[in-house]
Nanobody
Framework: VQLQASGGGLVQAGGSLRLSCVASGRTFNNYFMGWFRQASGKEREFVSAMRWSASTTHYADSVKGRFTISRENAKNTVYLQMNSLKPEDTAVYYC????????????????????WGQGTQVTVSS
């Protein structure tokens, strides 16, 4: 099983980036796909998630209205479109897959996820 994240980079405040996460090695149809981020010296925090086979999306309050999670089934890829970026969005961003989540709270806990990709660095300059 492999999750390959990409798309990070350096951007000025107010700019946009789109992260991609390509999933391979198994069928993720019923999985939840999540994005987390970890800033230097801080714990990994939930950003967004969605179920691969459904349309319901979940966002952290800090990114709601600015970030959008989506998927492209034909490419086994989940995206995180990040607009109106702020310096506080600077972090390493990770994609992850979770087989089951009974509640939204469960979905936001990094320890519950089964698979992780490598991170991609996002740096937002002021």
């Amino acid at each position: 099983v492999q999750l390959q994240a990409s798309g990070g980079g350096l951007v000025q405040a107010g700019g946009s980036l789109r992260l991609s996460c390509v999933a391979s090695g198994r069928t993720f149809n019923n999985y939840f796909m999540g994005w987390f981020r970890q800033a230097s010296g801080k714990e990994r925090e939930f950003v967004s998630a969605m179920r691969w086979s459904a349309s319901t999306t979940h966002y952290a309050d800090s990114v709601k209205g600015r970030f959008t999670i989506s998927r492209e089934n034909a490419k086994n890829t989940v995206y995180l479109q990040m607009n109106s970026l702020k310096p506080e969005d600077t972090a390493v961003y990770y994609c992850a897959a979770l087989a089951w989540a009974g509640t939204r709270d469960y979905l936001t806990k990094a320890d519950n996820y089964d698979y992780w990709g490598q991170g991609t660095q996002v740096t937002v300059s002021s």
